[in-house]
DNA sequence: ACTGATGCGTC
DNA sequence: GTCGGAC
DNA sequence: GTCCGACGACGCATCAGT
């Protein structure tokens, strides 16, 4: 086997990877992989950075493996010859990870290593193996093809295979910027520049094909190119005081939405960049009638009926369905509210500021007649906390305020657009069940589900039911108290989850109350998360699903006020 | 042809 | 979407 | 100041099992 094969290889690529794991410290780790890259020819090259920072498909590929964790553990159960519920959901629930287990199983497994004969597989060949999965339909067809794939591959080559399949990243501490910041350093070229570039070709295995081949200047705003979008933090992040040098716009509670525009062609694109056009066939036919200039437009689709914003769970009724129906469309008719404007004519306007870029939008609202967010200036918190309240009585979820001179910044959060958003309320609950998380929560309890008390309830038998489940909201601090006072209370094991004696009290916060007819209290949480353990309360404290039950009526009773003598958008006609 | 489990993408 | 914590 | 992993509910599409 030649010089070039070795490094080329599969095997030599997931060493690389593990060892990245195993180092403390981004720098390092960048050293590492710019060591290794390095080495690499450009095809080769395209391909390691995408591996690593991508997965098996390329971003912009539009490919799935369609693979899940389930089809994949049992898969390995099998090529183990152990039983799937009893072995291998153990050992996932003691290391956290399946791909950890599998690695384990394999490398233990005397009769499994038997069967394992390395093939020291190339990256290319790695994609076409992945590419045969993913053409591949039936499960138990993936699941064949699965195992004759770890025959030929290492222990370690085979968890990373896995990870490579899922959506994810592969979890080792070392992320697309730091990938970025590898390939800066080889090629001597600044890191911003790579880093625009990136948004922009919107897939590392592109970047690193041109950084390779010094023709980054080819990475350019392409109409029907998306790219990443802007996002915004919680207010809380930052203590505004300067209130003049923002504006404020009601926050919607539908789908982003990325606009693309020229003459009778258009686009939609998701948040994550994946094109939505058939599942709003109204949005596109509208916006082609236009005959617009070539334009990128930010914004909103919401479902919109008698002047009326309507809940977030109608637009779920369309949000995955690709061949709508007649019947659906007029069921729930969406709009699409713009609200800014990235590319217009022949060039991209997101290095200006956004008041300019408003001034752009309003004309081509104008001109076009289509439906864009109002703005309001802002100038002291209480104006800010009126509107807020506004936003709320039109069904929307708070507000954004918006830097007035900062850019459009691309595929990040940053300070520039803040939400401010209020939890609609809390209740205090009572933990039922505990189960163990996975990556760095393996091992110890983690995951909770939560009740609320039906004692004095004829409808039901039980002293407390389930309400919902959360992970978020407690430091690693209280995660240890917790898992301290877990242990005296298991009245029950069942696989990786323990039954509890109702004891933990938790004060948990969420977004809105819904109604779900699926569970046994018939309702549940939108973003649950734990405020406080509320350590000195018994569960007797505890509140009652009638308590649920009266907060979500009392909310339902709220009027969503239509969009008549104040407008959370504007549609010129 | 129907039902329930699984996968995926939205918030 | 949410959160805490790492960097 | 930002990024990142580890998590929530939901609805639809797709597939396995009957």
């Known amino acids: ?22 180092t403390r410290g981004s720098n390092a780790k960048i050293e590492l992989c710019a060591n290794y890259l390095a080495q690499l020819s450009p095809s080769q090259l ?24 389930r089809t994949i553990g049992m898969a390995a159960a099998d090529y183990c010859k152990i039983d799937y519920d009893i072995v291998f959901k153990a050992c996932r629930t003691a290391t956290g990870s399946s791909t950890e287990t599998i690695q384990r199983l394999f490398e233990n497994l005397t009769e499994t290593r038997q069967k394992n004969i390395l093939r020291h597989w190339d990256l290319a060949h790695i994609s076409e193996l992945a590419e045969k999965l993913a053409q591949t339909r039936a499960r ?9 794939i770890w025959s030929g591959l290492s222990p370690l080559a085979s968890k990373y295979f896995v990870r490579l399949l899922s959506q994810g990243s592969l979890r080792i501490g070392f992320e697309s910027r730091s990938i970025l910041q590898a390939l800066a350093k080889i090629y001597e070229v600044d890191y911003e520049q790579l880093r625009y570039a990136h ?11 041109l950084v390779s081949t010094h023709s980054l200047d080819q990475a350019q705003f392409k109409l029907f190119n998306p790219i990443a979008f802007m996002l915004a933090a919680p207010i809380q992040s930052r203590s505004v005081k300067d209130w003049d040098t923002f504006i404020a716009e009601e926050k919607f509670d539908g789908m982003r939405c990325q606009l693309h525009a020229y003459g009778s062609k258009v686009e939609l694109f998701s948040r994550d960049l994946n094109v939505v056009s058939n599942q709003f066939p109204e949005l596109v036919d509208s916006f082609a009638i236009k005959d617009l200039p070539p334009v990128v437009l930010d914004g909103e689709i919401c479902v919109f009926r008698e002047s ?9 009724k369309r949000m995955g369905v690709k061949k709508p129906t007649q019947a659906l469309l007029s069921k729930y008719p969406v709009v699409f509210i713009g609200y800014d404007v990235l590319f217009l004519e022949r060039e991209s306007t997101v290095k200006q500021p956004l008041t300019q870029r408003r001034i752009s939008i309003e004309k081509l609202s104008k001109t076009y007649k289509f439906p864009i967010s109002s703005q309001h200036a802002v100038s002291s918190k209480k104006q800010v906390e009126q509107l807020f309240e506004q936003a709320l009585a039109h069904g929307n979820e708070g507000l954004m305020l918006k830097q007035k001179n900062a850019p459009y910044s691309f595929g990040e959060r940053k300070n520039h657009w803040l939400k ?8 205090d609950t009572v933990i039922l069940y505990a189960q163990a998380g996975s990556g760095k929560r393996g091992g110890s309890y983690s995951d909770f589900t939560l009740g609320v008390s039906v004692k004095n309830d004829a409808r039901y038998e039980e002293e407390f039911i389930p309400i919902g489940k959360a992970y978020g909201g407690y430091t690693d601090q209280e995660w240890k108290q917790l898992n301290k006072a877990i242990k005296g209370c298991i009245i029950n094991r069942f696989g990786p989850t ?76």
Not at 199 to 209: C, F, R, Y
Not at 308 to 316: A, G, M
């Open 420 to 427: 401010v958003k209020q939890p609609s309320g809390s209740i």
């Open 46 to 69: 395209a391909l390691a950075c995408q591996y690593m920072g991508e997965g098996a498909f390329s971003n912009i590929s539009g490919k799935r493996a369609s693979i899940g964790s």
């Open 199 to 209: 948004m922009l070709t919107g897939s590392i295995a592109k970047t690193a094909e």
């Open 308 to 316: 009326i914003i309507q809940p977030f769970q109608d637009l779920q």
């Open 1 to 22: 086997m030649s010089k070039q094969k070795a490094v080329d290889n599969f095997e030599r690529w997931a060493q690389l990877v593990q060892s990245i794991a195993e």
């Open 498 to 573: 323990a039954q509890l004696h109702p004891e933990i009290v938790v004060e948990l916060e969420f977004e809105a109350i819904q109604p779900n007819p699926r569970t046994k209290a018939k309702y549940t949480l939108r973003f649950p998360r734990f405020k406080a353990i509320r350590w000195d309360l018994s569960p007797s404290d505890v509140d009652s699903l009638e308590h649920v039950e009266m907060l979500f009526e009392e909310h339902q009773s709220k009027k969503r006020n239509p969009q008549k003598s104040s407008h959370s958008f504007l549609k010129p006609e």
């Open 140 to 148: 138990k067809d993936k699941q064949r093809i699965l195992t004759r």
